[in-house]
C-alpha cells in the first residue's frame, strides 16, 4: 500500500472517531437575551471559552460566593476527616450561619456542607482558621491562590464575603475560579447536595443543612455552586450545569432577577452551541522504514475540546509530518489532526502509541529467504 492511499484511510479513521463524538446539545434559534444583572458571564469550563458575556471584566463585591475560594483552599489544604474544636473567633459571626457553639467539635467536612450549603459565615472563619492558625492569614492565601490562577481583577479580604476592606471580583475571574474548583470531585459533591445533615454536637439532635440554590431542583442538569447577597453586592448567583457532558459555568453579579437572569443565559448557551470532543485513544497504522513490526499504531494522547457555535462543521485533516524510521520510541510525535473553523485551524498532536524495533540483520536475512522460496514455488 502506498503511503498516498494509507494517509488517506488513516484520515477515514480518525474522521469517523471525532464525529461519534460530535455534540449538537439542544440546538434551538440565537436570539438576544436582556438580564437584569450588573455583570454576566457564561463559559465552558475546559476551554474558558465564553458564550455570553456582559461587562465581564466590572469589578464588583461577590458576597457568599467568595466561599467558593474558602471552600476549595480548605478542600486542597486539610485532611477532610479531621475534627476540629471550633475556635471562638468563628462563634457568633454576622450573617448566614450554622450556629457554631463554643466547645463544639466537628469535621472539617462537615464545616465544608455549612459552608457551600447553609452558607455558613461562621463555619467560613472556623475553616479558615483551621488552614492557617488565623484568618488574616488565610486571606493572604486566598489572595495567594487567586494570583496563581490568573485572576487579575480579583481581592479577598474575608474568606465569607462581609466586606472588610478591598473585595471583589469580576464575573469572568469568578466563572475561572470556578471551573478550577468544579474540576475537584469533592468540591462538586458537596455543592450538587441539595440536603444533609450534621452533627450537632452540643445538642441532643443534628443540623438539618438545605441548600440555598434552587438551581439544583428548577434547572435541567444544574450541579449547584453557590448564592451570595449583601445589601452591596446585591444578589449573586454561581451556577454549574451540565447536559450531554456539556459543562457550562453561569456567573451573574448584582442581579435583581438572578434566578431568571441564569436561566436565560444558560439557555442561550445550549440553544447557540456545542461541543466537539476528539478522545484520547487509537486512530490507525503507519508503515515504518526497517522495522520488525511494518507499521505502527497512531494516536491521540490526550483529549481535546473545542466550542463551536451550533452552525459550524469543522474540516478535517490529517498530515504527517515525520518519515518514520525503526527504531521509533512509544509517544513520538509524527503529525497532527488540523481542525479549521472559524477561519482558524487548530492542531491536536498525533503520536505513535507503541514502540518499534529496528530490524537486525538476521530478520532481513530470513526475510530474503522465504522471499526466495516464495519466488520458487
Known sequence: MSKKIKFSVLLVIVSLRILSYYNECYAGL?????????????????TGKILFEKNKDLKLPMA??????????????????????????????????????KGERLKIIELLYGLMLASGN???????????????????????????????????????????????????????????AMKNQTFREIVSTTQKEIRWTTRPYSRVLKNKNKMLKSYQGAEGVKTGFTKRAGRCLVTSACRDDFRVICVVLNAPDMWNDTKKILDFAYQNYKILKIARGEIGYLRVKDSKENWVKLGITEQ??????KDQYPGLNVVISKKVSAPVKKYTEVGKLEIKYDHQTYSVPIATLQECQRKTFWDKLKERFFRQKASQK
Open 122 to 180: 461562621d463555619a467560613a472563619a472556623a475553616l479558615a482558621i483551621s488552614v492557617c492558625g488565623d484568618v488574616k492569614k488565610f486571606v493572604n492565601l486566598m489572595n495567594k491562590k487567586a494570583k496563581e490562577l490568573g485572576l487579575k481583577n480579583t481581592m479577598f479580604s474575608s474568606p465569607h464575603g462581609l466586606e472588610e476592606g478591598e473585595h471583589y471580583t469580576t464575573t469572568h475571574d469568578l466563572a475561572r475560579l470556578t471551573a478550577y
Open 64 to 101: 457568599s460566593t467568595t466561599k467558593i475560594m474558602t471552600a476549595i483552599l480548605a478542600i486542597e489544604n486539610c485532611d477532610l476527616n479531621k475534627e476540629i474544636e471550633i475556635p471562638a473567633q468563628a462563634i457568633g459571626v454576622p450573617g448566614s450561619s450554622i450556629y457554631l457553639e
Open 304 to 309: 481535546n475540546i473545542f466550542v463551536l457555535t
Open 30 to 46: 440565537k436570539c438576544d437575551i436582556q438580564v437584569t444583572a450588573k455583570s454576566a458571564i457564561a463559559i465552558e469550563w475546559t
